[in-house]
């Protein structure tokens, strides 16, 4: 594999230059944002690893944004070479939730769908197995949307210690108790 | 009152559990029993379950500096081998399956100590769907230790407790787990659904140790007794590979 060899303004460059319409912020020395559409992602990421060398898928993040009704998806990969981390920004409609999987170009990206899936309810069309990951003997909604509600589950599966048992009573009736 | 009236019996008992009378426990076994008591309450052999963050303040509790060996409670690597089961700090509902897993293997008489806030309440977990709250929903706890996170010197506080309780004979939560198995089994099936059973044949070992309460069975435990019925025989199709096996043999 070749690698084109440079600072990070010339990354950006060969980014525009291949897929125009495609937004690159330096945030840092470091830091490539690159927001794209989403048709696109499979492209860039396929040129990001073939000739930038951002060969390390290190992480798919999700955001549940409900107010504007979509899942953001934020590919973060990085160049050893160049040791530069890019993140590509990518938005889905929060329904039907579908996207496609990225498991042919980064092979660990069949577990962070996984994940993504599990947490999220996110399907990804063509991603090798889709089965509950990390969850234990869960029947309910996805557990990371903000339309969970978790402080209801909780009250609902389990039950809370007493904090005022009879027994602190007398234990105050003496002077003692809890400190406030 | 005449002779005919029957005095009624009042026992904090149920009925049909094994309550040893004054008769039965002739001087010489009290003496025993005090006496293994006594040396239980010397030899602690402590399975430490460390998921939780609780775990970085057992090595100074039980090195040199505190030394816990000191007045006799050692680190053990095997349930069965273990009469302290200490859980150090928060539960998942499914680290909370393999606590159980371990505790039913633990021979009894078996102690166990919910360390650090998280095991009494959820702790700093309290609102997280994952986290279990009440340890002792699940399995009968002897001790708790607030605090997040306790120190060594509270560690070695609960150890001393627990030792008098033990010396007295009043360390018996171990027995509650089997007066009140279905209870506890029937929260255990809440968190983990109707499928939930263990290796362990705890009814068994509840008539066993004669501690057959009114709870010891009840509608959970006949599910348990309706999978009893499972054999490698009746369920084929989940052993796809024994029955190649078999077949293939001359």
């Known amino acids: 594999m070749t690698v084109e060899t440079g600072t990070p303004a010339t990354i950006v460059d060969t980014i525009q230059h291949e897929i125009p ?14 927001d794209v559409a989403r048709d696109s992602l499979p492209a860039l990421l ?5 000739r930038l060398g951002f060969i390390h898928l290190s992480a798919i993040s999700c955001v549940d944004w409900p107010e504007t009704d979509e899942f953001e998806l934020v590919y973060h990969v990085w160049s050893y070479e160049r040791k530069t981390l890019a993140s590509a920004h990518i938005t889905i409609p929060r329904n039907p939730g579908r996207f496609v999987s990225v498991y042919d170009i980064h092979t660990p990206a069949g577990f962070y769908e996984r994940d993504i899936h599990e947490m999220f309810g996110v399907v990804f069309v063509g991603a090798p197995n889709l089965r509950p990951f990390i ?12 339309s969970f509600n978790t402080r209801e589950y909780v009250n ?14 007398d234990v105050e009736a003496k002077g003692g108790g809890v400190e406030k | ?11 904090d008992q149920p009925e049909t559990c094994r309550v040893a009378d004054a008769e039965e426990k002739s001087l010489l076994r009290k003496v025993m029993d005090n006496f293994a008591d006594h040396c239980r309450s010397r030899s602690l052999f402590v399975l430490h379950y460390c998921t939780g963050c609780g775990a970085i303040e057992l090595p100074p509790t039980i090195t040199s500096r505190f030394d816990m060996e000191r007045v006799g409670v050692s680190p053990m690597v095997t349930p069965r081998q273990a009469d302290l089961l200490l859980i150090t700090g928060y539960l998942s509902v499914k680290t909370l399956k393999r606590v159980i897993l371990s505790y039913e293997q633990m021979q009894a008489p078996k102690y166990v100590v919910g360390f650090g ?4 309440n959820g702790g ?14 699940y399995i009968p706890v002897d001790s708790y230790i607030a605090g997040c996170m306790p120190r060594p010197e509270a560690i070695q506080q609960v150890f001393l407790d627990l030792m008098a309780k033990i010396d007295a004979g009043k360390a018996t939560a171990w027995q509650d787990y089997y007066l009140n198995y279905d209870a506890y089994l029937g929260r255990q099936m809440n968190l983990f659904g109707q499928d939930w059973h263990t290796p362990t044949d705890v009814v068994a070992e509840a008539k066993h140790y004669g501690y057959v309460g009114n709870g010891t069975t009840g509608e959970h435990t006949a599910l348990l007794d309706q999978r009893a019925t499972w054999s490698l025989d009746t369920v084929p199709e989940l052993y796809p590979a024994r029955g190649r096996n078999e077949r293939s043999r001359p």
Do not use: F, H
């Open chain 2, 1 to 11: 009152m005449t002779g005919s009236e029957k005095v009624p019996v009042v026992t």
């Open chain 2, 117 to 120: 806030s998280c095991t009494i």
């Open chain 1, 156 to 169: 609902q599966t389990y039950e809370w210690v007493d904090y005022q048992p009879d027994w602190l009573k």
């Open chain 2, 124 to 137: 700093m977990y309290w609102n997280s769907y994952a986290t279990v709250k009440r340890l002792d929903q």
């Open chain 1, 46 to 50: 396929e040129l990001l690893k073939g």
């Open chain 1, 21 to 34: 319409g495609i937004k690159v912020t330096k945030q840092g020395e470091r830091r490539l944002r690159i």
């Open chain 1, 135 to 146: 969850l234990t003997s869960w029947g309910g909604p996805p557990p990371m949307l903000k």
